[in-house]
């Protein structure tokens, strides 16, 4: 079984995904369960996790009716208002919902302050009262922030999305590498090996250029803590379904068989509490 442990759904609109750029033009439409399962039987998926990209209830709910209908979404990451004084009520109405792993917010679009306000940090640690997940989606320059975050939660179980979004294009390294070293020193903190592809140059990235940072990335959080994700539809812009399937596989290909089965099974259905789920 292999489980991709990042991907998005939306029924598109330009006021609710206007980060969608004209140089991404060509995921302006629906991207719905019929769509992914096409993709994942033929890379040899079997189970997903969808993750938010609208922040609202509407979102989460728009999730957990998906992963109610189709038995190989194993799971759900949502949004929820972790600073609305109600949280502790909404966490566990939701937390009830047998799909609901984890929560997000889109820290990459927020100052790093965000990170240290009283009412996130106390909404944040109610997570794990209810055993859930958290995600953490920056960009590279906000890593000491997350790093910050973090420690005040030894107890929380995070996973850092698209390997903290590094500086590809430009092909800087540090400081990213040294921060991330340095968060991967944190055990209850896993990566996922997702959203590179974007952060090069869609037309002309090459496997030579986004190794390095991937290579970090597994090197410090070791394949105990690293796992698989897909970040489709977004990923299309850059590459396809099965191509970065296969640019992840080439990465991996040194690794021992326990290893791989850890980064595209294992360390997914850990951090979400996932559940067996049948083939698509």
């Known amino acids: 079984m292999r489980i991709d442990a990042h991907h998005h759904f ?4 330009t006021e609710e995904y206007g980060w969608i750029d004209e140089a991404m033009a060509s995921i302006r ?5 019929g769509d992914l399962q ?7 998926i079997d189970a997903v996790v969808s993750v938010q990209a609208r922040q609202s209830i509407e979102e989460t709910e728009f999730l957990l009716e998906h992963a109610a209908a189709n038995p190989w979404i194993a799971g759900v990451v949502g949004w929820l208002p972790l600073v609305d004084p109600a949280i502790g009520k909404l966490l566990e109405e939701y937390a009830a919902r047998p799909g609901l792993k984890g929560l997000r917010h889109v820290l990459q679009a927020e100052p790093v302050a965000y990170m240290e306000r009283r009412d996130f940090n106390a909404g944040l640690a109610r997570l794990r009262e209810h055993n859930l997940t ?10 000491p922030g997350a790093i910050a975050l973090v420690d005040r939660h030894p107890n929380q179980v995070f ?16 400081p990213w590498a040294t921060h991330m070293r340095e968060l991967a020193r ?4 896993a990566c996922k090996l997702s959203g590179v592809v974007t952060e090069a140059d869609y037309k002309s990235w090459t496997y030579e250029q986004i190794r390095p940072y991937l290579e970090i990335a597994l090197e410090a959080f070791t394949p105990a803590r690293t ?7 977004v990923c299309r812009v850059a590459t396809t379904y099965a ?15 326990d290893e791989r089965d850890a980064l595209f099974r294992r360390n997914a259905a850990r951090a979400y509490n996932l559940e067996p789920k049948e083939r698509p």
């Open 159 to 174: 996973v850092l999305d698209h390997i903290a979004k590094p500086a590809i294009r430009s092909g800087a390294v540090e």
């Open 38 to 44: 096409a993709e994942i039987r033929s890379a040899g």
């Open 134 to 143: 958290y995600d953490i989606l920056i960009f590279h320059d906000q890593l």
């Open 243 to 257: 191509g970065w399937v296969e640019t992840v596989e080439r990465l991996a290909a040194p690794l021992s068989a």
């Open 186 to 189: 944190r055990p209850n903190v």
């Open 10 to 13: 939306w029924r598109y609109t």
């Open 29 to 33: 439409r629906d991207f719905l369960p």
């Open 227 to 233: 796992m698989f994700g897909s970040d489709w539809p």
